[in-house]
């Protein structure tokens, strides 16, 4: 069988490692327009299945370019990344092909519509892009070097979009890996419990907007290909803004689950294919709810849920994960009877205070074995217990401070969390609204805050929840005693002075706290703020500071004159205000 060459790439190359590489393979859509693509395969003869990504990042900027700190910090922290590949080809959140093509896999990069090489207006996770996705994958199943089966493999957008594609039920789509990807929009990436985070505003200069179509030579160059990275076309700054919609100002435009949003959701009911679902513990803002409803709501019966820590990328790349994905992939893509079909439907790295992890298999998520248990919040002794308070109590807090502490301990015995958390709390406000932001703080006998690597910020707290209070309506037949699920359809004002009765969802977390630590519940006004030195990364806008760039700061969706307020917590009594842990008996 001769060496079939993909018609209209701009030229190719044979490496060293036996990868033939075609550079700028257009693929057209059914619009007319024309996407390009990489794609790198085994240099020999012969059929092989394909990993595909479609994204905004620029298929020709290296990751260490683009990247530079990230890419400094995984280097520096897991030698088994950079160890057998030349990490020529490393790009952002995608597969290493040094590392796949040599497993028999084709790797393809799409540049997506209005990114990279690929002209066009663009619009982020928009139904026009996954419609592209749809028939990027189909074209790749048509090509002779192609066995007809795709599967979809990366990182965060390449994740998010992996759900969307899924529900649309590509012929040839084979199995999808959505490694640390949000599915649901308004709760996940817009507005974390109906407050704006203003991530996207800020993600979109720094990551997307510096690799738009019509750069030129205004842009870098892969110095793989020799290919300016933005297209050959030199467009003015008013062009480029006219071919891009602003998602980060829909955003703010949109600040209910509406349409917008609805575009933008996967239909769960849809995504039928194989799925790993991987998400990390320290992902709070984006990289860690997703992941488990994702798991949670597809319909598919051939479904895995994966979570780990540290860094956002590091174990997509590390031997631990990419062994995970190829086990997945060869016998989904490759029909290997390689006992995958014997893989736990969950495997779990449970986090210890000393930031190290045990894997662990499960066979449900929540754990069948979790017991489900309140702790009351106490207002007069600021308190977390196991007992109701019998007296009633408040506590009233400036949202411009540090607000309200509740303390669990020290414990007697080690004790493991790890599950979904909520809050049910008893509020009052001196104005008609009222942020919340919970965060679960663990300190040692020492009183030293334990905090992680989170995905992205290096000072994670354990766990993090967020609600408006005039977006308290729940859904009620999508809501868990321990995950609230509210419709963010409509605004319910509060009467200042008035108690209402609130559910707060807190995101999933894992960890085993040692005997004589304590567990703190805070209830405050504004974001967490680590009580240290912030740190950076040279593709992120804000300092690290314990939320990382997920942050809630924006003045025209949180006006002073509606969240500089005093808030006041009530307890004990008839209103019970609690806490509710899910606790993991030894085994």
């Known amino acids: ?13 044979t490496t ?19 996407l390009r693509a990489d794609v790198y395969r085994p240099a020999a003869e012969g059929r092989f299945p394909a990993l595909m990504s479609y994204g905004p990042y620029g298929k020709g900027l290296p990751f260490q370019e683009g990247y530079q700190t990230s890419w400094e910090i995984m280097a520096r922290n897991h030698a088994d990344v950079t160890a057998g590949s030349t990490n020529r080809f490393q790009n952002w959140e995608v597969v290493d092909p040094e590392k796949w093509v040599p497993e028999g896999y084709v790797c393809i990069r799409v540049d997506s ?10 619009d982020l996770f928009s139904a026009r892009e996954a419609c592209d996705f749809h028939d990027c994958i189909e074209w790749a199943a048509g090509q002779p070097w192609c066995t007809g089966k795709v599967g979809l493999d990366g990182i965060s957008y390449y994740a998010i979009n992996a759900w969307q594609v899924a529900s649309l039920e590509p012929p040839h789509l084979a199995a999808i890996c959505t490694w640390e990807g949000a599915s649901d929009f308004y709760r996940e990436m817009s507005h ?32 793989n290909s020799g290919l300016l990275v933005c297209g050959d076309e030199t467009l003015s700054d008013e062009e480029r803004a006219a071919n891009m919609t602003n998602l980060g ?37 984006l990289h860690l709810r997703g992941n488990i409803e994702g798991y949670l709501r597809s319909a598919s019966s051939r479904k895995w849920l994966e979570m780990h820590g540290l860094e956002h990328w590091s174990h997509f790349y590390t031997d631990y994960g990419r062994e995970l994905q190829l086990r997945f992939f060869d016998h989904f893509l490759k029909d290997e009877d390689n006992g995958w079909d014997q893989q736990p439907p969950v495997q779990l790295n449970i986090r210890h205070v000393d930031s190290t992890f045990v894997v662990r298999h499960e066979q449900s998520w929540p754990l069948e074995r979790t017991e489900w248990t309140r702790f009351y919040l106490d207002a007069d002794s600021g308190s977390l217990s196991g007992d109701r308070p019998a007296s009633a109590g408040s506590v009233s807090y400036e949202t411009t401070g540090d607000g309200a502490s509740f303390i669990l301990g020290p414990l007697p015995e080690q004790t493991e969390i790890t599950g979904p958390l909520a809050a049910k709390l008893f509020v009052e406000s001196s104005t008609a609204d009222a942020d919340l932001f919970l965060v679960l703080r663990v300190f040692s006998a020492e009183g030293e805050e334990v905090v992680f690597h989170g995905a992205l910020d290096p000072h994670t707290p354990v766990a993090q929840g ?21 419709t963010h359809d409509e605004l ?3 009467q200042p002075g008035s108690v209402y009765e609130l559910d707060v969802e807190i995101w999933p977390t894992c960890l085993v706290v040692p005997a004589g630590h304590t567990v703190q519940l805070d209830v405050r006004g504004k974001d967490y703020i680590y009580p240290g030195p912030a740190e950076h990364l040279s593709n992120m806008k804000n300092p690290m500071t314990g939320c ?40």
């Open 1 to 13: 069988m001769p060496l079939i060459e993909t018609p209209g790439a701009h030229h190719r190359e």
């Open 16 to 34: 060293p490692e036996d990868i033939l590489i075609e550079w700028d393979v257009p693929i057209q859509m059914d619009d007319g327009l024309v």
């Open 113 to 122: 519509r209005g990114a990279g090489r690929s002209p066009g207006h663009m």
């Open 192 to 223: 974390h419990g109906g407050i704006l985070s203003t991530f996207v505003a800020n993600w979109i200069p720094m990551q997307v907007n510096t690799v738009q179509y019509g750069l030129g030579e205004k842009g870098p160059r892969d110095p």
């Open 249 to 285: 100002d829909q955003f703010r435009e949109h600040p209910l689950d509406d349409e917008l949003y609805a575009e933008r959701a996967p239909n769960f009911d849809k995504i039928s294919v194989p799925v790993l679902s991987t998400g990390n513990w320290g992902g709070q803002g």
């Open 466 to 486: 967020w609600l408006r209070a005039s977006h308290r309506k729940l859904d009620g037949k999508l809501s868990r005693p321990y995950r609230p699920y509210h």
């Open 492 to 494: 319910q004002p509060l």
């Open 548 to 587: 990382g760039p997920f942050v809630h700061d924006d003045p025209v969706d949180r006006p002073a004159e509606l969240f500089e307020s005093t808030v006041t917590v009530h307890t004990g009594g008839d209103r019970q205000s609690y806490l509710l842990l899910p606790l993991i008996p030894s085994a």
